[in-house]
């Protein structure tokens, strides 16, 4: 059996809705091998499906149609400490987990690149497939069939802290509140935050990011759809964070800290409980630059 690595996602980093993301080291693992039939089981306990409407082997079963391979099935040992429906790329954890473990039993016809498109093709946007796959945070264009992507590794003092409370919010939901258009002014807002937010993170510009992190294209209106929203960023940035924003689509509330602030999660959780929001865990995690790795071969 192969065993994959898979770090989880934090996606739009804002501003950047559909177009940022970043790998948190924080992962989902996977085993798998070819087999007759298929056999897919959790080792974790945590309930998947174990037939074909499973994504690992949705994604698998896609990339050996791709390289005109037949499948029979596969034999798949998922880990899946990446929560699901919170923000975190738990969907794209498989997507890709399927795509390199059926690339890799193949021998590699799919480049990485290839892997990046076909990723995103199968989740309908970059901003989480493409770091889960490289790692770092990467800036990376859809336009419907490629994706134009460029990674870069973080060297940063930075500490990222998710904030995730106790209930789910698909991403179906999540994207069916957005408008259908926004306004010249809200698009030149978005644009310009989701510029200064890269650069800031890259060059260490931190105090920039409480600015670069406010948008107009969907966290207002997510915001309604995650009760006590508002009450956990006030905490948060009381508490010293540089930026908060909704992770992905949602639930998660990231913070992003400095790594000298070394009492954030303790604070926080003592502050969410006193607001009676016993509900939210915080976990801290560090950028991940490696994205998706073979462990085991
Ligand atoms: N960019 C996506 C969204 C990420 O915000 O809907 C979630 O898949």
């Known amino acids: 059996m192969i065993k994959i690595q898979i770090p989880a996602t934090s996606a739009n980093l804002g501003a950047g809705f559909d ?6 080291s924080f992962y989902n693992y996977i085993e798998m091998e070819e087999s007759d039939t298929i056999d897919i089981a959790s080792l974790d306990g945590l309930e998947v499906p ?5 994504l690992v082997y949705i994604s698998a079963k896609d990339l050996f149609n791709v390289c005109g391979k037949k499948i029979t099935g596969l034999k798949i040992r998922q880990i899946n400490n990446i929560p699901m429906a919170r923000g975190l790329g738990s969907s794209s954890a498989c997507i890709v987990a399927g795509l390199v473990g059926a690339n890799t039993l193949l021998g590699n016809p799919l480049s990485n690149d290839d ?12 901003d989480n497939t493409a770091p ?14 490629k994706v134009h992507w460029v990674k870069q590794e973080v060297y940063t003092k930075l500490k990222f802290a998710a904030i995730i409370p106790d209930f789910e919010l698909k991403t179906e939901e999540a994207r069916a509140c957005l408008p259908k ?9 978005n644009l310009s935050r989701a510029a200064l937010f890269s650069a800031s993170l890259l060059t260490g510009k931190f105090e920039n990011l409480r600015t ?10 997510r915001m309604e759809l995650i009760p006590n929203a508002r009450e ?26 400095d790594e000298s602030n070394i009492y954030f999660s303790g604070k926080m959780k003592f502050s969410l409980d006193n ?12 950028i991940d630059n490696d994205g998706t790795k073979i462990i085991k071969k």
């Open 19 to 24: 177009a940022l993301g970043l790998a948190l």
């Open 50 to 54: 174990r037939d074909d409407k499973n």
């Open 115 to 126: 892997l990046v498109d076909l990723a995103a093709q199968i989740e309908g946007h970059p």
């Open 132 to 145: 889960a796959l490289l790692g770092g945070i990467v800036t990376a264009v859809f336009d419907g069939q």
């Open 181 to 189: 258009t926004i306004e010249h002014k809200d698009a030149v807002y």
């Open 212 to 221: 670069a992190v406010h948008d107009k294209l969907h966290q207002p209106y």
């Open 232 to 257: 956990v960023f006030n905490i948060a940035y009381n508490h010293g964070a540089y930026g908060v924003y909704i992770s992905g689509a949602g639930p998660t509330i990231m913070a992003i800290i």
């Open 275 to 286: 607001a009676g929001l016993n509900g939210w865990q915080v976990h801290e995690f560090h």
